[in-house]
């Protein structure tokens, strides 16, 4: 374990405030350069934060066979997309990572084992959110990706053992959509609020409903709670960055929503914080 820097993360970060945890519905990488009321919700959140000492991103664009950690000491900006116009392609996010924080995550997931890699960086999950609510870049991040063999209760458990990073002015941010099925997009509204198919509608309704209620098992087990929901979450990789922010929650902490918006027909944009 590299323990350069990490006595002053783990002594001078302990006395922290706890952190609050945010899952960020972040909708297409056009975000990033775009102004909506939805960019508009990031910053608005990011200001009524205590400034993180560093992030902990977990998106849902890093989805691996097992659980890696990004360790390097500077984060390249991936434009993990194709497509989309040439501003956006010339977009870089420098924030620079954090090797203590990647060994101290690692460290916390035991006996999981995770690796630390210099062989990502910082997707379009990460960036496109956080150049916004941080501007300047001057806070370090790091991702860690999820293991796509897992089920949801493991992702819900394994959240749980980082929990001790939120009392050391650690963000931890999950970032993806509740409601994601691109090959059902209405394109024609796609820029248009509260434009949603009425599965998404129906779907939105409910896991909004369990989400503001702390039910958390339906959303554990989405797969066998309708179509609607099937429908909604036709892949987990969008859906899990939401299941490490409630695995985060603990019982007397307040979940609030925001950006609770659909667009396109099957695109939900809800954030939800969680914490003061």
């Not at 608005?44 to 360790?71: N, R, Y």
């Not at 690692?106 to 062989?119: F, G, K, N, S, V």
């Not at 150049?131 to 991040?141: F, G, L, S």
Request: aromatic fraction near 10%.
């Amino acid at each position: 374990m590299n323990l350069n820097g990490l006595e002053n993360l783990t002594g001078t970060l302990a006395s922290s405030p706890r952190m609050p945890v945010l899952f960020i519905g972040h909708g297409s990488p056009m975000n990033a350069i775009e102004e909506n009321p939805f960019v508009q919700g990031f910053r608005q959140k990011a200001a009524e934060l205590p400034v993180p000492k560093a992030i902990l991103c977990i998106s849902a664009h890093w989805f691996t066979e097992g659980t890696f950690i990004t360790a390097g000491e500077n984060q390249k900006t991936i434009h993990d997309f194709y497509g989309f116009p040439k501003a956006l392609f010339e977009v870089e996010y420098p924030a620079k990572g954090n090797p203590a924080l990647a060994d101290e995550t690692r460290a916390l997931l035991l006996p999981h084992l995770a690796e630390e890699t210099d062989d990502w960086g910082l997707d379009h999950g990460a960036w496109s959110v956080l150049r916004h609510m941080y501007p300047d870049a001057e806070i370090p991040v790091i991702q860690m990706s999820i293991d796509y063999t897992k089920p949801p209760q493991w992702h819900f458990e394994l959240a749980a053992q980082l929990a001790e990073l939120r009392e050391k002015g650690i963000l931890i941010l999950g970032s993806g959509n509740i409601v994601h099925n691109l090959r059902m997009i209405d394109w024609r509204n796609i820029n248009t609020l509260g434009a949603g198919w009425d599965w998404a509608v129906a779907a939105r309704e409910k896991i909004n409903s369990w989400l503001v209620n702390g039910d958390f098992k339906p959303l554990l087990e989405y797969q066998k709670n309708g179509t609607e929901l099937q429908y909604a979450i036709p892949t987990p990789d969008h859906f899990l960055p939401l299941i490490y922010t409630l695995g985060l929650k603990k019982k007397s902490e307040e979940l609030a929503l925001f950006n609770d918006e659909l667009i396109g027909g099957s695109l939900s944009m809800t954030s939800v914080k969680i914490g003061q």
